[in-house]
């Protein structure tokens, strides 16, 4: 159950009288998890909890629902008609001039934008600023503590070990003359990853090979893989989490050569994209250092622009980096300002993704991809092994 003083330590410090939880149709998952409350019971009237800054929480359900927010601490309203809701959904913000709700100005931040726009004029036209709860959002639901970050990286030993095992096996059948797949190097990466107690939730990884590369969530099956041969160029994007309920997701992607001497424009586009990931990396670590605020946006700006200068910015056709957590995409800041703006904070206990990358269409592709988390210390650490240069299979 969520520690109510907590919540109000981190409403006071960001000068708001309250945070406005409030679902219908069971929209907002959110809510649900961050509060404690049981999600799969299904919600047919509008509830409101208000945790103030100071003070009881206070509650307002509908007659019909009546124990719906029951397992919650505060005073609970009951309204019938839609009057009387409007009505009481005043008497409780009473006191109250700045609350936050699941709510993002201009959509910037979809991931957080649950609450519907009549619903932020209702609040409105009580007299009552609204705001983005997105930063109390990922103070609650990304933060990981020690014994989390302890999974990620136990899950980050065995998926660095089984992206070696991989390119391994793709070495081993290429020197034999045998015939390999994209699919089957990536059915060998799910057996090795049930192998280790790890699991990728039945979303598998990526193995692509040359314009296949270039799809950025290409997925391979029996019936459109390519065979493996000399001169391919290969990439594989892999991510799993210890298979139990405080698994936190490690999420990499390597690329490789089959041969020595890869095509010059092949080289460059890695190495650019890996120049990216390092700009990135280095940009966070200078902000944490110097004690400045850095925001999600920035970094994407940082490594985007690296690619841009070398006049391959129309081919990073997504955002940098995404949030880490129980799910491989997490709900704390991602690393973009291409898709959406994300303007929330990085701050310590999050744990996210930089992946710049080039997609030639029809011809190859390149990513890099390596994790990095937060601690509290405020040092920017990454996990496990960061490519520096193409893997060579000769």
């Known amino acids: 159950m969520i520690d109510i003083k907590l919540v109000q330590q981190e409403i006071r410090k ?43 929480p206070r509650k307002l359900v509908s007659g019909v629902e009546s124990s719906k ?23 409780l913000l009473k006191g109250c ?50 014994k989390g ?3 990620h990286l136990q899950a980050g030993l065995k998926v660095q070990k089984i992206k ?15 015939r390999v797949t994209e699919y ?5 990466i799910i057996k090795r990853f049930k192998e280790e107690g790890l699991t990728d939730d039945g979303d598998h990884p990526i193995v692509a090979i040359n314009d296949h590369a270039a799809d950025p969530h290409f997925e391979p099956k029996g019936q459109n893989t390519y ?34 001497d890869p095509p010059a424009r092949y080289r460059e586009i890695f190495e650019t994209v890996r120049n990216a990931r390092n700009a990135g990396r280095d940009f966070v670590r200078q902000k944490f250092i110097r004690g400045e605020k850095c925001f999600g946006y920035e970094v994407d700006d940082v490594c985007r622009g690296v690619i841009t200068k070398a006049g391959y910015g129309e081919y990073f056709v997504h955002r940098t980096g995404h949030s880490i957590g129980h799910e491989v995409h997490g709900n704390g800041v991602n690393i973009d300002n291409f898709e959406t703006k994300d303007e929330r904070e990085l701050v310590p206990g999050i744990c996210f993704s930089l992946e710049p990358a080039i997609y ?16 509290k210390e405020r040092e920017v650490i990454v996990a496990g092994k960061e490519q520096e240069e193409l893997i060579l299979i000769y």
């Open 227 to 260: 065979t493996i041969k000399k001169d391919d160029k290969l990439l594989i994007d892999l991510w799993a989490r210890l298979d139990r309920e405080d698994g936190i997701y490690y999420d990499i992607t390597w690329c490789g050569f089959i041969g020595n």
């Open 14 to 56: 960001r000068g708001m009288d309250g945070w406005l939880f409030y679902d219908f149709h069971n929209r907002d998952a959110m809510a649900y998890r961050i509060l404690g409350l049981e999600f799969n019971k299904f919600t047919s009237r509008r509830w409101y909890y208000l945790i103030p800054a100071q003070g009881e």
């Open 69 to 91: 927010l029951d397992p919650l601490q505060g005073q609970k309203i009951i309204y019938r008609s839609w009057r009387e809701q409007h009505r009481l959904l005043k008497e």
């Open 184 to 188: 089957e190097v990536q059915q060998f």
């Open 149 to 151: 970050y302890q999974a």
């Open 360 to 375: 030639l269409p029809g011809e190859m592709g390149a990513r890099s991809e390596v994790n990095v988390f937060i601690a």
């Open 97 to 146: 001039t700045k609350i936050a709700m699941q709510y993002s100005p201009t959509n910037n931040i979809p991931y957080i934008s649950m609450v519907d726009a009549g619903t932020i004029e209702l609040i409105r036209s009580l007299g009552v600023e609204v705001v983005s709860s997105a930063d109390l959002v990922q103070i609650f639901e990304a933060i990981i503590d020690e």
């Open 164 to 178: 070696d095992e991989a390119f391994d096996f793709i070495g081993h059948k290429i020197r034999r003359g045998e």
